[in-house]
């Protein structure tokens, strides 16, 4: 086993900052992914969820309320802060710096009691020096941490300085990763300390790792407690796809492809990205067997699974052969995919770019740039059965007519900002934010 390093995504691609028994190498026509979808395609509303006062915003987590957690910059692009927002309302959730403005924090995920997870540097340097969680302009340690009512809480870590939470379930278990108090021999600078894949209730506890690897994290879990990610050595030199059930690490290691799991539903289907000889490609994990999804036409050169929902729906990115920006968000319902854009309802003034979750209702939410040319949070909401009364659905005209794909245009991001999507992804996808994947 060995990581490529043809996996990392685009430099702006906003990739903030696993499938036990076959693998299908071409794409699969819709039919042969699942029941062709029958009517017209569903539209979507694309709500704009604005920033803390800067201009700049992106959001990872939605719930089956609708609300959404992300991070986004205050007044004067100063700092960059966890929010949430909720019936058009964002809020700032703050650091663990206090007034200090250099501690950045990110709110990755929401269950549907309004708990939320994510990390947060403190105002305290490293003492080693590392930058765990990706600021590469003032090395602070940083913290796994939930907000309860409004109140942020740190994580215990294994014995280290540093963790990140990826995800919380709504049993509120908390799932990353944590450094423990030990180095690590195959860490590369500046990371130094050895660290582990965790679950927090009520305390931190240690996932086991697979044989011959020393580190690890967690991506996702679902409702029965079953999580995924990744075990590996410290600088990713080799490493294993994982899956953790019942107290153990099961190997799902495929041979000839190298993948990660994004995300896990509660009937076990996972989605993510997967290399092979034939490129990248987003991928359907269903009954043991991963499927790799039909790309957009347009978009069809690279894609990435990020998330699945109860009802068997994916989204992720697609980018043409041109790269950044030429991409755009796909949804994969029924079998068929589409792309988001050219479903959204007459006026949008967005174009998104790049999605995170997925909730049971199949809202979408990511990261969008304005006609303005700035990054912000959106969440996509589907005008289907379930949705209908939306006020974005009620009030919009619905055209039946498939939209054109409006153009792409670079978004303007601060410099701090930038670093930190560049090098500092470890929230969202560890093993891309470091440019590497797993292969066999």
């Not at 029941?35 to 719930?63: H, I, W």
């Not at 058009?88 to 403005?101: A, E, H, Q, R």
């Not at 003492?127 to 090395?139: A, I, R, S, T, V």
């Not at 190298?258 to 490609?281: K, P, Q, S, V």
Request: glycine letters at 12%; one cysteine or more.
């Amino acid at each position: 086993m060995k990581p490529t390093t043809g996996m990392k995504r685009d430099t702006l691609l906003y990739l903030m900052i696993i499938t036990l028994l076959s693998i299908t190498s071409p794409p699969a026509s819709a039919q042969e992914q699942g029941t062709k979808q029958s009517g017209p395609p569903v539209r979507y509303t694309l709500t704009d969820l604005g920033t803390l006062g800067g201009t700049f915003s992106q959001a990872f987590g939605v719930n089956d309320k609708g609300w959404v957690v992300g991070f986004a910059t205050t007044e004067g692009d100063i700092s960059l802060h966890a929010f949430l927002w909720r019936r058009g309302v964002m809020t700032d959730l703050g650091t663990l710096g206090g007034s200090d403005p250099r501690p950045y924090s990110v709110a990755g995920a929401v269950n549907n009691r309004g708990e939320i997870a994510g990390f947060s540097e403190t105002s305290t340097a490293d003492p080693l020096g590392e930058d765990f969680c990706g600021d590469f302009f003032f090395h602070l340690v940083c913290l796994p941490v939930v907000w309860k009512s409004g109140t942020m809480t740190p994580l215990p870590t294994l014995g280290g300085n540093n963790g990140v939470a990826n995800g919380i379930n709504n049993r509120g278990q908390v799932i990353g990763h944590t450094e423990t108090a030990r180095p690590d021999p195959t860490c590369d600078p500046p990371q130094v300390l050895n660290y582990q894949p965790v679950i927090w209730e009520k305390d931190v506890h240690k996932l086991p790792t697979i044989s011959g690897d020393p580190d690890g994290w967690v991506n996702t879990i679902n409702e029965k407690g079953q999580a995924a990610g990744v075990t590996s050595t410290c600088n990713l030199s080799s490493g294993h796809p994982v899956l953790w059930q019942n107290g153990k690490a099961i190997d799902i290691t495929i041979a000839d492809l190298g993948f990660e799991l994004a995300d896990i539903n509660n009937r076990g289907e996972g989605t993510g990205t997967a290399e092979d000889a034939n490129g990248i490609h987003a991928f359907l994990w269903k009954s043991g067997v991963a499927t790799i999804l039909e790309p957009l036409p347009d978009f069809a050169a690279e894609s990435h699974g990020n998330s699945i929902n109860d009802k068997g729906q994916v989204t992720g990115q697609s980018c043409s052969a041109n790269g950044w920006p030429d991409c755009t968000v796909f949804v994969w319902r029924n079998g068929i995919v589409r792309d988001l854009n050219a479903l959204a309802t007459p006026g949008s003034s967005l174009f998104a770019l790049d999605p995170s979750k997925m909730n049971a209702r199949g809202q979408i939410v990511g990261i969008a740039v304005t006609d303005g040319g700035e990054g912000h949070a959106f969440l996509a909401t589907p005008c289907d059965q379930e949705n209908e009364e939306d006020e974005g659905c009620r009030t919009q005209e619905q055209s039946l007519t498939r939209l054109a794909v409006r153009p792409r245009t670079t978004i303007a991001v601060p410099e701090r900002i930038q670093r930190i999507l560049q090098m500092g992804q470890a929230h969202r996808h560890p093993m891309s934010s470091r440019g590497n994947r797993l292969t066999k």
